[in-house]
């Protein structure tokens, strides 16, 4: 039971992490160092002079305001909470956009831009 709770509260304070981050943060990837999708995701956004900030999964704590989850957390509270399983996981005003397909779509559509207006 102790460790299921453990779990629990780690994920909680994960979604708490994630749910700051993008009710105040126009545009936030969730990503992972060595993924060449979130290479590409990231590349897309900063030719459209889009301003995102970008959390490595694989790299450690996330930490956002005095809150701190492991990568693996947040990335589970994602899956869980917003059924995204994959990086890049990118949000946009606070909701999920989607991964690297979807965002480059988005970008290259205008929706994105239209979005951030």
């Avoid at 545009?27 to 590409?40: D, G, T």
Wanted: net charge negative; glycine share 6%.
């Amino acid at each position: 039971t102790h460790t299921h709770t453990h779990t629990f509260s780690t994920t909680m304070a994960a979604k708490s992490i994630i749910s700051a981050l993008i009710s105040q943060n126009p545009v936030v990837v969730f990503s992972k160092s060595y993924c060449p999708f979130c290479h590409r995701v990231k590349a897309v956004l900063a030719d459209k002079g889009v301003e995102f900030l970008a959390f490595e999964l694989d790299q450690g704590k996330v930490e956002y305001e005095g809150q701190s989850a492991s990568g693996s957390d947040v990335q589970a509270a994602v899956a869980e909470n917003w059924a995204h399983r994959t990086v890049p996981a990118v949000f946009v005003k606070g909701e999920l956009l989607g991964g690297c397909d979807d965002t480059t779509a988005a970008a290259q559509s205008g929706k994105l831009e239209a979005l951030l207006a």
